[in-house]
């Protein structure tokens, strides 16, 4: 039996577990499971890894994508320029252990992002800059597109959102949210942006998938944007994480 897992404190819910039971069940994929396992430190991951041979990959979520570094023999490209880790792929060459560290948000983000891209979509303007924003950055630079960071306190090389006016959202016209506001249940929040400035030239995407139409997306909408959640990106990472793990 081939195992999959999720690591990260606590795991009360779980998309990937009910993402990848679903998919072994759908495609009868009878030798493979995907277990959670809550790890109340990441370094029981050593022993995790010991106790489990038969581990072939983990998903990596809050709050070890940062402290998962310290565990891994090798890094991709994604991984390395953003700083954390959402997926390892776990092999044996030669008998001895090889963990690889991924980054698949950047791969879900970008290959949800291409087919709505438009020729006048040259410039974006990012709200928030933790840690989603550097994946979100990492594609954008991969794609030639200008990028500016929207934060609440002044922060060098950013904008604040009350700097932001109609100058700022005729140059960029795509618009990426990728703070936690409007997330449920706290569904009336979202960016503090000039909304009348928004016209139908603009992409607004926004990371959070739940509610499916945040108060950004309907605000955007309302102004004839397109518009894009976050859940295609949720399933094209799992769908990455999957190609790692069985290439």
Not at 44 to 72: C, F, H, R, S, W
Not at 109 to 117: A, D, Q, R, V, Y
Not at 196 to 220: C, G, S
Request: with cysteine; proline share 5%; glycine share 6%.
């Amino acid at each position: 039996m081939k195992l999959f897992g999720l690591i990260g404190f606590p795991l009360t819910h779980s998309f990937s577990k009910q993402y990848f039971s679903g998919k072994f069940e759908r495609e009868g994929i009878a030798d493979s499971a995907y277990e959670l396992y809550p790890i109340e430190r990441i370094s029981l991951l050593e022993a995790l890894l010991a106790d489990q041979p038969q581990l072939k990959g983990l998903n990596v979520t809050i709050p070890y994508k940062l402290a998962v570094l310290d565990y891994v023999d090798e890094l991709d490209a994604a991984a390395a320029y953003i700083g954390a880790v959402n997926t390892l792929q776990i092999t044996y060459p030669n008998g001895k252990r090889l963990v690889k560290g991924y980054n698949t948000d950047a791969y879900g983000f970008e290959n949800s992002l291409k087919p709505l891209l438009e020729p006048h979509h040259q410039e974006a303007l990012i709200f928030g800059d933790g840690g989603a924003a550097k994946a979100v950055k990492f594609v954008l630079e991969q794609l030639n597109i200008g990028y500016t960071s929207v934060v609440r306190k002044p922060q060098e090389g950013c904008l604040t959102y009350d700097e932001l006016d109609e100058s700022w959202l005729k140059k960029a016209t795509i618009l990426i949210n990728t703070t936690p506001l409007g997330t449920f249940p706290n569904v009336a929040a979202c960016p503090d942006i000039p909304y009348q400035y928004i016209t139908a030239q603009h992409l607004a995407y926004d990371l959070v998938y739940n509610p499916e139409e945040t108060e950004f997306l309907k605000r955007a909408a309302a102004k004839g944007a397109k518009t894009k959640n976050g859940l295609d990106m949720l399933h094209l990472q799992a769908e990455r994480a999957w190609a790692i793990w069985t290439a």
